[in-house]
């Protein structure tokens, strides 16, 4: 599943291609109502969590939300036609196609805002208040791997961010959330999202983008121990049993 780096990438190329533009939004697929919003202004395409909001000036905001399978098609020319079982063209001067999403939804502005209360502080806002972020995970009950991916305490980590934070920070995934130091974890997830937003992937050793500590490694990369696997908040983590104590 896409994880929040990539939704922030994501709306950085599309704002980059099409905000301002009044933009042609239709359904091939025919299970969204583009109507709503066809040849309105995009003022801008927001990521939140593994959020995608778009705000259309004097119109409704499209939520996408990619889920398991979701994907966008980016075609340099607009004329291209789309791809069968396209839930959404978005075409001005580029075109996407949106396929498979979980969600593609048209949103009044107090249900916005419904979504927006439901999610806990990202990483990548700009906006996040640190001590917000801090009292969701020490609130939170039960394992540190589980609050990590709860959307409501931080939006937009998922399986393979928490696994390589977790042991860049040395923290074992079962430690129940409110032992962990929240802010130290906070400030290194942010960092390192921050720099696998740009790349495009998730980047746990910056001088080695393409390498990963623990997260579906047979052993650790830092010792050579063998990878700890465990169910943790329904997702499989990875720990290296000698550092992560
Ligand atoms: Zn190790």
Not at 35 to 60: D, H, S
Not at 232 to 238: A, E, I, K, L
Request: with cysteine; aromatic share 6%; hydrophobic share 40%.
């Amino acid at each position: 599943m896409p994880e929040g780096h990539l939704l922030h990438k994501v709306a950085r190329e599309q704002s980059a291609d099409l905000a301002g533009q009044s933009v042609r939004v239709t359904s091939p697929q025919g299970k969204f109502d583009a109507g709503a919003v066809n040849g309105l202004v995009l003022e801008r395409v927001r990521a939140y969590g593994k959020n995608l909001l778009y705000a259309f000036a004097g119109g409704p905001t499209v939520h996408v939300h990619l889920g398991m399978r979701g994907l966008f098609l980016r075609y340099p020319d607009p004329a291209e036609p789309p791809r069968k079982g396209t839930r959404m063209r978005l075409a001005g001067t580029v075109a996407y196609d949106l396929i498979a999403p979980t969600i593609c939804a048209l949103l009044e502005p107090p249900q916005v805002e419904q979504l927006l209360a439901r999610l806990g502080p990202d990483p990548l806002d700009e906006e996040a208040d640190e001590q917000e972020a801090v009292r969701r995970l020490q609130q939170a009950r039960g394992p540190v791997a589980a609050a990590m991916v709860d959307q409501a305490v931080w939006a937009g980590i998922g399986n393979a961010w928490r696994a390589e934070l977790l042991y860049l920070e040395r923290i074992d995934p079962c430690t129940p959330a409110a032992q962990v130091d929240a802010g130290a974890l906070w400030r290194r997830t942010r960092e390192l999202m921050a720099v696998g937003r740009n790349a495009g992937q998730v980047v746990s050793d910056p001088s080695h983008p393409d390498e990963r500590w623990v997260y579906k490694r047979d052993v650790c990369r830092g010792c050579g121990a063998p990878v700890r696997t465990e169910q943790v908040g329904g997702r499989t983590s990875y720990a290296c049993p000698v550092e992560q104590v």
